[in-house]
């Protein structure tokens, strides 16, 4: 008791010269705020894709490839709180926050009960990418939805060949001939049979996403169901 209260007086030294900041609006977070304070948390455009049959990402994905359900946490607009967000997660070197957004996405779909899948499988970085950021981020939203839907993610499952993104600014059929180029299916039996839940940090185009989709309806998977921080 007498530790932890040390602790706790020690937490409190330290955050008066370490402010906790909240990584969306920067205001020092409150006791029992984590990362993101809550006045944010309520004001971020949040979608109610989790809860819908036919979400607006999953009609917008289906015109590109089969896809059972689709959720992104939130709507994306550029110098937003989600911007803020997602460029701490991308190039601040916080990956928890990662973790802690695939929690919250990952409870509303335990909730709905919509979307049941086995596996996750993050979009993966090119290894040069991964190597200078230190994480793949799409795989830290990965893990937190992993604790909440209770189902296994892999980051090694697919390997990306390909560093650039040019896929997404070819047409239709060069972009489905390169898909084995850009990504590649390691390990074949994990997929094959599988619902998939594949996730992606932020989805634009739905190019690179359709090519991971692809391969792995290539390989035999089951089903594939999306999710997203958000959906630009
Ligand atoms: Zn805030």
Known sequence: ???????????????????????ACSDSLAKGEELVC???????????HHKEINSELQVRLSNRFEVAHAAALFKFAKSSRVQYILHALKYKNRPEVGVMLGKVLGQKIVDAC????????????????????????????????SVKLNIPFSD???????????????????????????FHVKDPLTVKG????????????GATIEACAHI????????????????A
């Open 38 to 48: 809550t006045n944010c948390m309520l004001e971020m455009p949040q979608t109610s």
């Open 156 to 182: 090694t499952i697919i390997a990306r060949l390909v560093k650039t993104e040019t896929q997404t600014k070819k047409n239709k059929l060069n972009r489905w001939q390169n898909v084995s180029e850009v």
């Open 1 to 23: 008791m007498a530790n932890s209260l040390f602790t706790e007086l020690f937490s409190d030294f330290v955050s008066l010269f370490f402010p906790n900041c909240c990584v």
């Open 114 to 145: 919509i979307m049941k899948p086995d596996i996750i499988i993050p979009i993966p970085l090119h290894p040069s990418r991964k190597r200078k950021r230190g994480y793949n981020q799409s795989a830290k939203f990965a893990e937190g939805l």
């Open 194 to 205: 599988k619902r998939i839940l594949l996730v992606d940090d932020v989805v634009t185009t």
């Open 216 to 231: 792995l309806k290539q390989n035999g998977c089951a089903e594939i169901n999306i999710a997203c921080i958000a959906e």
